[in-house]
C-alpha cells in the first residue's frame, strides 16, 4: 500500500482503529477506563486527531529539550555523543543540504545509512523541513531499493560517502546528500517548520 494515497491511509486507520476498539472491548473496564495524567505525552497520543497539533509532535520534544537541557546527551552511538544542542546544529546542516537540493515540504527524502547516529539525525533533519523519510535498508539489493526510491517518489537520498556509489545508481548525484558525522560549521540556532496533523512521517510500501 501507498501511504501517498489519502484513500490508503483511511482505510489502514480505519481498520487498526477497529482491532483496537475490539481490543479494548474485550479488556477489563478498569483498565480500559484508566486515565492518564492530562498533561503527559501518553494522554496527548489519545487525543481526538483534531486536537493534535504541533505541541505533540516529535520536533517538539525535541525542541522543548534543546531549550531546557541544551548541554544534555541525546544520542549515543558507541563513543560518539551528542548532546541536544550538538543534534540541533546537526540537524540544521543537514536540513539546509536538503533545502539547497529543492526538497520541501511533502516531498520524500530517502535514508540509505547503517543503522547509527547519522540515520537518526538524518530523520529529524527531513521532519524539520516537513519532508517525509522512506528508510532505505544497506542490506537489500539494488532492485529492492530501486523499488522503494521510484515507487515511493523519493527525490532526495540521504548517504554516506561510502555509499554514495549506489545512492546514484537510483538518483543523480546532485539529488544524493552526503551525511557527516559531525557539522562543518559552528553551533546554529534550530528552527524546525511547525509539524501539522496531516504531514507523513514515514512513507513505505509492501
Same mark, same amino acid.
Request: with cysteine; hydrophobic share 50%; glycine share 6%.
Given at each position: 500500500f501507498y501511504f501517498l494515497e489519502p484513500s490508503t491511509r483511511a482505510a489502514l486507520c480505519a481498520s487498526v482503529t477497529g482491532h483496537i476498539e475490539q481490543w479494548l472491548a474485550e479488556r477489563p473496564a478498569s483498565i480500559v477506563a484508566a486515565a492518564p495524567d492530562a498533561n503527559t505525552r501518553v494522554a496527548a497520543c489519545l487525543r481526538a486527531v483534531d486536537d493534535w497539533g504541533d505541541a505533540q509532535s516529535v520536533l517538539a520534544a525535541i525542541r522543548e529539550k534543546v531549550v531546557r537541557m541544551p548541554d544534555a546527551l541525546a544520542l549515543k552511538d558507541g563513543e560518539r555523543e551528542w548532546t541536544y544542542r550538538q543534534l540541533a546544529s546537526h540537524a540544521v546542516e543537514l536540513a539546509d543540504a536538503f533545502r539547497a537540493a529543492g526538497v520541501g515540504r511533502q516531498d520524500v527524502v530517502g535514508v540509505l545509512l547503517p543503522?547509527?547516529?547519522?540515520? @537518526?539525525?538524518?530523520? @529529524?533533519?527531513?521532519?524539520?523541513?516537513?519532508?517525509? @523519510?522512506?528508510?532505505?535498508?544497506?542490506?537489500?539489493?539494488?532492485?529492492? @531499493?530501486?523499488?522503494?526510491?521510484?515507487?515511493?517518489?523519493?527525490?532526495?537520498?540521504?548517504?554516506?560517502?561510502?555509499?554514495?556509489?549506489?545512492?546514484?545508481?537510483?538518483?543523480?548525484?546532485a539529488r544524493c546528500t552526503l551525511v557527516g558525522d559531525r557539522p562543518s560549521h559552528a553551533e546554529r540556532e534550530w528552527t524546525p517548520v511547525a509539524a501539522r496533523r496531516d504531514d507523513i512521517a514515514f512513507v513505505s510500501l509492501t
Open positions: 543503522h547509527g547516529a547519522e540515520y @537518526v539525525l538524518t530523520i @529529524v533533519a527531513a521532519w524539520s523541513i516537513g519532508a517525509s @523519510v522512506c528508510l532505505l535498508e544497506t542490506s537489500w539489493p539494488d532492485s529492492l @531499493v530501486g523499488e522503494f526510491v521510484a515507487s515511493c517518489r523519493v527525490a532526495q537520498i540521504a548517504t554516506s560517502p561510502a555509499l554514495l556509489a549506489r545512492a546514484t545508481r537510483h538518483l543523480p548525484d
